[in-house]
């Protein structure tokens, strides 16, 4: 089993930035990929980005250009730098290692952009 941690969501204003990270623990030794998701409310969850041990990243279309994913692999921990942050970005964003059960979920952390 994989434990994910997120860190580093809160409240900032349209323009500003935010770094979130997520450490895994547990059998980390089963890490290809690793994921961020997010929920707004009302809205289905989608897939942000992810990232390959190797350092392979995709973004989503609604955020490339100002979020930056990236990984640590010595500690186990990925980062989504979240730059030029809107309202549209608010919601609940989402660790995930893919795998077998629907993959291995951290709790979520809020993040909420002001106009």
């Known amino acids: 089993q994989v434990q994910l941690a997120e860190s580093g969501g809160g409240l900032v204003q349209a323009g500003g930035s935010l770094r979130l990270s997520c450490a895994a623990s547990g059998s980390i030794f089963i890490i290809t990929v690793m994921e961020w998701y997010r929920q707004a409310p009302g809205k289905q969850r989608e897939l942000v980005a992810s990232i390959t041990t190797g350092g392979s990243a995709r973004l989503a279309d609604s955020v490339r250009g100002r979020f930056t994913i990236s990984r640590d692999n010595a500690n186990n921990t990925i980062y989504l730098q979240m730059n030029s942050l809107q309202p549209e970005d608010t919601g609940v964003y989402y660790c995930?290692?893919?795998?077998?059960?629907?993959?291995?979920w951290g709790r979520g952390i809020q993040v909420t952009v002001s106009s």
């Open positions: 995930n290692v893919p795998g077998p059960f629907g993959g291995s």
